[in-house]
C-alpha cells in the first residue's frame, strides 16, 4: 500500500510543478544571425536549433541553473552560464 501512496504523490506533486523556459537570441560578432546553431544544455541530450531570426527557446525546463553549449559551423564552440 505503501508503494501505491508514494506513486500517487509523485504523480500529483509533479503535475503541480511549473516548469521554465530558456530564451535567447544567437549572433555572431558582426552581429548576424547564428541562422542553424544548435544550443545545447550542457551534460543532456537536450538541444534546439536557431531559427532565421537568430533565436531560440528551450521549454519545459526545472527551474535552476543551466550551462548552455552553442556551436555552429561557422564559429567556434562557445559555453555560457
Known sequence: MRFLLFVFLFVFFQGWSQNGNITGK???????????????????????????????EIKGLAYGNYVLEISSIEAKTKTVN
Open 26 to 56: 544567437v549572433t555572431f560578432e558582426n552581429a548576424e544571425s547564428a541562422f542553424g546553431a544548435s544550443v545545447l544544455i550542457s551534460g543532456t541530450q537536450n538541444f534546439v536549433i536557431v531559427d532565421n531570426d537568430g533565436q531560440f
